[in-house]
């Protein structure tokens, strides 16, 4: 969606896709809009508790059949398993991707990875076709005024023109862009924590191999699950800006994340918005 900084303070119904790294502030920002007025759409929640909520909780159960005590108690429906995934918690959909290596260490086999990759691809695509029926929701059924999609990090990876025309009709992309200084915070934090993460296939291919080389590796189960995870973290992050830098040129517009820091309130967050559109027309 393509307007000038005038249409957007004066439309009544702002519908906005923020875009970027997890970890430039998505999430952050739509948490200081009015949820009042605001309703904030979680990419990665939709996909957590709608589009792999089953093999999720199969995974889960999985786990817990292993340990006797529990497999009694399951078998004999003496107690159930849920998972509680909120926008600000979704570590059971990062226990699901898994990462590749020893089963050991809790690792995962290459082919396990990468189904469980490709079941959050065809969920991640599905959450974003549904931001239309939710900005209808968000109207009709709740009466807000304006819808934020807070999309997942990797929604430039999927390669799929036909759900960024779709979020580009519907809503005004804004691709928060990481400074240095923040770029080197997530690149600390993959080291401190390292999170699983998805990855096109071609990209994981490349890479594994290269990896699996320096280090000597002939096969993935001998791979501490963190270290693949760490050393990659940086290539993906550099893999990516392109292609989010690609996506705002053709269908929306670039904010850097340190001016979206800044903000505190929807009304500095409007006024930055139009600034932006204002400085591209």
């Known amino acids: 969606m393509r307007m000038s900084a005038k249409d957007f303070l004066t439309c009544e119904r702002k519908q906005i896709t923020l875009l970027g790294m997890s970890g430039a502030g ?10 009042k007025k605001w309703f904030h759409y979680s990419g990665d929640y939709r996909i957590g508790t709608q589009y792999l909520s089953e093999p999720i909780l199969d995974n889960i159960k999985q786990q817990a059949m292993d340990t006797p005590f529990l497999k009694e108690l399951l078998i004999s429906d003496s107690i159930y398993i849920c998972n509680n995934i909120t926008v600000d918690n979704l570590m059971p959909i990062s226990s699901f991707m898994g990462k590749i290596g020893n089963p050991d260490l809790g690792g995962l086999s ?5 189904n ?84 096109r296939v071609d990209f994981l291919e490349e890479n594994l191999k290269t990896f699996m080389a320096e280090h000597h590796y002939s096969h993935t189960d001998q791979i501490p699950p963190n270290e693949f995870v760490s050393w990659v973290f940086p290539r993906l992050f550099h893999a990516r800006l392109p292609r989010y830098q690609a996506i705002a040129d053709q269908y ?30």
């Open 26 to 35: 998505k999430t952050t920002l739509a948490n200081k809009l009015s949820p």
């Open 110 to 114: 290459l082919e396990t990875f990468k």
């Open 116 to 199: 469980r990759q490709l079941l959050h691809r065809e969920a991640e695509i599905a959450a974003m076709k549904d931001v239309p029926k939710f900005i209808e929701k968000a109207q009709g059924i709740y009466s807000y005024n304006h819808f934020i999609n807070d999309a997942g990090g990797s929604v430039c990876e999927l390669d799929e023109p036909e759900v960024l025309n779709l979020l580009a009709q519907h809503t005004l992309i804004i691709y928060i862009k990481t400074s240095k200084d923040q770029e080197q915070l997530l690149f600390d934090r993959a080291q401190q924590d390292p999170k699983p993460l998805y990855y």
């Open 252 to 281: 929306g517009y670039t904010v850097d994340a340190s001016a979206i820091a800044k903000v505190q309130n929807e009304d500095e967050f409007i006024n930055l918005i139009a600034q932006t559109l204002d400085n591209n027309s």
